[in-house]
Nanobody
């Protein structure tokens, strides 16, 4: 099994910043392919989960239009870690943010989610 642990959500005022972190681990050595894509998605009540940003193990990134110029996704030095730096947050960024890892075309794992609330 693969587990993803997210941290960093919380309450922030509009225009503020938050950083999210996620680490993917497995109790079986070599279970997680070194070639993978990690990403952040978000979901609000009544809406489908949507991609925020993703990053390939070799460094390529992909951002949703609504976060371009405000959010930055990056890989950590530790294996299978990913960060999301969120700046200039808006009320519409309020959502549960989920970490995801995909590899070997068939494996797709999710974290439990972390709440981000942007409100004055």
């Amino acid at each position: 099994q693969v587990q993803l642990a997210e941290s960093g959500g919380g309450l922030v005022q509009p225009g503020g910043s938050l950083n999210l972190s996620c680490a993917a681990t497995s109790d079986r050595i070599g279970r997680i392919s070194s070639v993978n894509t990690m990403g952040w998605y978000r979901q609000t009540p009544g809406k489908e989960r949507e991609l925020v940003a993703s990053i390939f193990s070799r460094g390529g990134t992909n951002y949703a239009d609504f976060v371009k110029g405000r959010f930055t996704i990056s890989r950590g030095n530790a294996k299978n870690t990913v960060y999301l730096q969120m700046t200039n947050l808006k009320s519409e960024d309020t959502a549960v943010y989920y970490c995801n890892i995909k590899f070997s075309k068939v494996f797709d794992y999710w974290g439990q989610g972390t709440q981000v609330t942007v409100s004055s």
